[in-house]
């Protein structure tokens, strides 16, 4: 049996590291950047303008702004082509998780209300 080594955390500190195995936003392809543009303006042009609603808990707003997010892919970039998901590599994944920040208390209301 063989046992590949994985880097975890921030080995990468204390152990030598190749260039090349570190990820950082320039490994991004063009569609990745794309989505996370169209997050961020999406939070700019959509949820920025009606945050005391969505922190109030306005459920029509919040409905309102899931359904564009949705149609958007924002909820989607975890889970699988074969589900529906965008299938997205670890670093598309890590942008767009960052990205959803953006949202303020969207990205919140819409996961507290997931379950």
């Given at each position: 049996?063989?046992?590949?080594?994985?880097?975890?955390?921030?080995?990468?500190?204390?152990?030598?590291?190749?260039?090349?195995?570190?990820?950082?936003?320039?490994?991004?392809?063009?569609?990745?950047?794309?989505?996370?543009?169209?997050?961020?303006?999406?939070?700019?042009?959509?949820?920025?303008?009606?945050?005391?609603?969505?922190d109030a808990r306005d459920e029509a707003?919040?409905?309102?702004?899931?359904?564009?997010?949705?149609?958007?892919?924002?909820?989607?970039?975890?889970?699988?082509?074969?589900?529906?998901?965008?299938?997205?590599?670890?670093?598309?994944?890590?942008?767009?998780?960052?990205?959803r920040s953006y949202l303020g208390g969207?990205?919140?209301?819409?996961?507290?209300?997931?379950?």
């Amino acid at each position: 049996m063989t046992i590949a080594h994985q880097h975890r955390g921030a080995t990468y500190l204390i152990e030598e590291t190749d260039p090349e195995d570190v990820l950082t936003p320039e490994d991004m392809d063009d569609e990745q950047r794309m989505m996370i543009k169209s997050i961020r303006d999406f939070a700019d042009k959509d949820v920025a303008p009606v945050a005391a609603q969505v922190d109030a808990r306005d459920e029509a707003t919040i409905r309102r702004l899931f359904k564009k997010a949705a149609d958007l892919g924002i909820y989607m970039a975890e889970v699988s082509e074969e589900y529906g998901g965008l299938g997205l590599s670890v670093l598309g994944i890590a942008g767009m998780m960052e990205s959803r920040s953006y949202l303020g208390g969207l990205a919140s209301t819409v996961f507290a209300h997931q379950g």
